[in-house]
């Protein structure tokens, strides 16, 4: 079965730190890629995505993914995290093939103090 | 603004009950999602349906069944509701095809006592 894995469960960072969020994928032939973050008490939210192209992609809120193909890896970065950034973060992915759905990692768990 | 509404933020049922969470989606969109979110195992899915009365289940599906009568809303049943059903649930929705993200509901968080 397809499957995606993040590295983290839980970050703890100062603010100004930088962040990076490690994601991999399964090998399925070609597939999207996903990040969600949910805020505290909020919905999901999507934060940015892959389709194909220029492997390194710009979210909102100053977030951005790089899409490493020889290594099945999608990454979530930030230069400089604030407090608001804490949050859940859900690396996904959906590969392309027949009725393929939105396959979900457990999760990441960011802590940003003050 | 694009819209997924789940008709209740928290439910507190009993043991046996039969549950029906509801969602409705705004966006005509075709294909429509149930996934349970609980802590340190991300979201699962439960099923899906990509047209109206069509359902696939998903990874999890035991315990639970869907109804799909109209495009716009796709129903989560637990026909015999049990403690370990107690979890956070999230309906979706989402255009058919590769690369469009889902569009997701604030969630319904149920209790089974």
């Known amino acids: 079965a397809q499957s995606v894995s993040q590295h983290n469960h839980h970050v703890i960072l100062s603010e100004a730190a930088s962040l990076e969020l490690g994601c991999n994928y399964s090998?399925?032939?070609?597939?999207?890629l996903f990040w969600y973050v949910q805020y505290p008490g909020q919905h999901l939210q999507l934060l940015l995505k892959?389709?194909?192209?220029?492997?390194l992609v710009k979210g909102i809120k100053g977030f951005e993914a790089e899409f490493i193909k020889s290594k099945f890896s999608f990454n979530l970065r930030k230069p400089s995290v604030q407090w608001s950034d804490t949050a859940e973060y859900f690396c996904?992915?959906?590969?392309?093939?027949?009725?393929?759905?939105?396959?979900f990692g457990k999760g990441t768990m960011l802590l940003v103090s003050p | 603004d694009v819209k997924v509404t789940q008709s209740s933020r928290y439910l507190v049922k009993r043991t046996g009950e039969k549950v029906f969470l509801e969602c409705v989606q705004d966006?005509?969109?075709?294909?429509m999602f149930w996934y349970r979110q609980d802590p340190g195992l991300g979201l699962r899915l439960i099923y899906f349906?990509?047209?109206?009365?069509?359902?696939e289940k998903g990874d999890i599906p035991e315990g639970y069944s869907v109804s799909r009568e109209k495009k716009e809303r796709f129903s989560l049943i637990l026909e015999s509701a049990s403690t370990n059903q107690t979890s956070m649930y999230l309906c979706?929705?989402?255009?058919?095809?590769?690369?469009?993200?889902?569009?997701f509901g604030s969630g319904t968080r149920l209790t089974v006592v």
């Open positions: 349906s990509y047209d109206v009365k069509m359902k």
């Open positions: 979706a929705s989402s255009f058919p095809g590769q690369g469009y993200g889902y569009t």
């Open positions: 892959y389709f194909s192209g220029d492997p």
């Open positions: 996904a992915a959906l590969w392309n093939s027949g009725y393929s759905t939105l396959t």
């Open positions: 090998y399925g032939g070609t597939v999207n």
């Open positions: 966006m005509d969109h075709e294909n």
